[in-house]
């Protein structure tokens, strides 16, 4: 089956996010514990936060 091109074109920004997620991952081991914590924090308040975007995605 094809894909529309809405599809890919969500799927490119789903890229463009892990690209981020690699990028927050790599630079967090030159922060302090705390302030890792503190953007755990800020990540698991954003709205629309990822997980629940997942979750909803799958209802």
Same mark, same amino acid.
């Given at each position: 089956?094809?894909?529309?091109?809405?599809?890919?074109?969500?799927m490119?920004?789903?890229?463009d996010?892990? %690209?981020?997620?690699? *990028?927050?991952?790599?630079?967090?081991?030159?922060?302090?514990? !705390?302030?890792?914590? /503190?953007? %755990?924090?800020?990540? *698991?308040?954003?709205?629309?936060?990822?997980?629940?975007?997942? !979750?909803?995605?799958? /209802?």
């Open positions: 089956m094809a894909s529309s091109g809405e599809l890919i074109r969500l490119n920004y789903v890229d996010i892990a %690209a981020t997620l690699r *990028r927050i991952v790599s630079s967090s081991t030159f922060i302090t514990p !705390e302030e890792r914590h /503190k953007l %755990a924090e800020y990540m *698991r308040n954003s709205d629309p936060n990822f997980i629940k975007l997942v !979750e909803n995605l799958e /209802k």
